[in-house]
């Protein structure tokens, strides 16, 4: 039986996190086996906001790297780099022309972002959940992990698939594009700031001590998990909505340490935050070693990370062709083999 395909990505903006590690990456190393996997840095989202050029370019190849850092088999899945594939963009134009604007104003995360980007507002920003579409239809995934906030994306990616295009343009009733399914990541979804537990773990925090990198070296991770915020309670607990910095960081060790809630409950109920902060750093810090580790090697010698990379873009072209030229022949565009 052919296995079930899934296609997720994430922005090459800043270091990655922990955030991006356990909520996204690590959860993409899981399924790698089991299923078809497409996974690319999508640089094209990446300058929906003002971005730094100097900086996407390492920004890119350090994300492709800590993918491959975390986990991430090239032998079991294809990686590859967003704007190295032209049918992405290609295919946001024709489902740009077919999406209605009111569905695009009322995105919760554009609205957001548009708050913070004043009266500088591009249409990219507002566009960027037709390219995210673009992304996942392109390669007919079956299934997107994404954390909850990408939930709505993932519905109008289903909507413009079905409504849009596979309701106007099929002919007897053989859909044109697939329609996906949002596969909701629930453990370690959503690592929270370290700073405020109630709001999400962001790369677009501009206070460093807010996140741990990827590539924080000891001294640094030793420094935040000290200055992050804690409460006057002794003893540590999971689900208490008055403690959320508690579930956070209780959240975290259990994920770092590989150990189930139960057992990081148990071992941590009777346990005040001094004596927790510093089991917490030393099980970050071993944790993420390894990656650092991986992710060092592959920035020094190119030659694996290229190859990767170039073999990624290979199948990524073969199956983005495929679906690009048939929704192309469904709208009615001119062969290029006819003249
Ligand atoms: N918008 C996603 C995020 O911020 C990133 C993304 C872009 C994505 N294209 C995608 C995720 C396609 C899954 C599938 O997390």
């Not at 590690?21 to 929906?48: F, M, P, S």
């Not at 697939?178 to 909701?184: D, M």
Request: aromatic fraction near 6%; charged fraction near 25%; charge should be positive.
């Amino acid at each position: 039986m052919n296995k079930k395909r899934i296609l997720s990505g994430v922005q090459p903006t800043g270091d990655l996190h922990i955030g991006n590690w356990l909520g996204a990456i690590r959860n993409w190393v899981n399924l790698q086996k089991e299923y078809d996997t497409y996974v690319c840095v999508v640089d094209l989202h990446a300058i929906t906001v003002p971005h730094n050029p100097e900086k996407l370019k390492s920004d890119t190849l350090s994300t492709a790297a800590l993918y491959i850092a975390c986990g991430m088999d090239p032998k079991e899945c294809s990686i590859f780099v967003q704007s190295h594939i032209p049918a992405h963009t290609e295919l946001c134009w024709l489902l740009n022309c077919v999406t209605p604007l009111n569905w695009m104003e009322r995105m919760i995360q554009f609205k957001e972002k548009a708050l913070k980007q004043g009266d500088n507002v591009s249409i990219g920003l507002l566009d960027y959940p037709v390219l995210m579409a673009a992304d996942i239809l392109l390669y007919d995934a079956d299934l997107v992990p994404v954390g909850e906030d990408q939930k709505q994306h993932l519905e109008l990616a289903r909507d413009i698939a079905q409504q849009r295009i596979n309701s106007r343009f099929s002919k007897d009733k053989k859909p044109i594009l697939k329609i996906p399914q949002p596969l909701i990541m629930k453990e370690g979804a959503k690592i929270m700031s370290l700073l405020d537990g109630s709001s999400k773990m962001s790369k677009s925090d501009p206070n460093e001590n807010s996140r741990i990198g990827l590539l924080d070296n000891p001294d640094t991770i030793s420094k935040k998990i000290k200055k992050a915020k804690t409460d006057q309670h002794y003893g540590l607990e999971f689900g208490n909505p008055k403690r959320p910095e508690s579930d956070n960081l209780l959240g975290i060790y259990s994920m770092v340490t590989n150990q189930s809630k139960e057992k990081i409950r148990k071992e941590c109920s009777a346990m005040g935050w001094g004596k927790f902060k510093p089991l917490l750093t030393d099980a970050l810090i071993s944790s993420l070693e390894p990656i650092q580790k991986k992710y060092n090697a592959l920035i020094q010698d190119r030659s694996e990370l290229n190859n990767v990379l170039k073999e990624g873009t290979e199948n990524a072209k073969i199956l983005s062709g495929i679906t690009l030229q048939r929704l192309k022949e469904a709208l009615g565009f001119l062969e290029t083999t006819s003249i």
